[in-house]
């Protein structure tokens, strides 16, 4: 089981990035996903997270209205639109698994079984 993250990158405040991570080696569709970031001396924090079916997503405050996470079962894969960056927003971003079948998602990072390896969002001011 793989989770491959990517879209990270160098952009300055006010602008768009769009992160995807796909899955290999089994199918996620039944599962809940989810974004997480962690920035240099702090915790990994929730982002947001969506269900199995795409029809609930729940965000951090800090995020809302600004960032949307949305999946494609067909693709295996879920997606981090992040809208009006920050600085504060600057993280390494991780997408997780929850494999808990038809669950609801999870803000919580320790209730995810599975982890892509991170992609680097730097947010110039």
């Known amino acids: 089981v793989q989770l491959q993250a990517s879209g990270g990158g160098l952009v300055q405040a006010g602008g768009s990035l769009g992160l995807s991570c796909a899955g290999s080696g089994r199918t996620f569709k039944s599962y809940g996903m989810g974004w997480f970031r962690q920035a240099p001396g702090k915790e990994r924090e929730f982002v947001a997270a969506?269900?199995?079916?795409?029809?609930?997503?729940y965000y951090s405050d800090s995020v809302k209205g600004r960032f949307t996470i949305s999946r494609d079962n067909a693709k295996n894969t879920v997606y981090l639109q992040m809208n009006s960056l920050k600085p504060e927003d600057t993280a390494v971003y991780y997408c997780a698994v929850q494999q808990r079948i038809f669950g609801a998602p999870s803000m919580r990072p320790y209730e995810y079984d599975y982890w892509g390896q991170g992609t680097q969002v730097t947010v110039s001011s």
């Open positions: 969506i269900s199995w079916s795409g029809g609930t997503t």
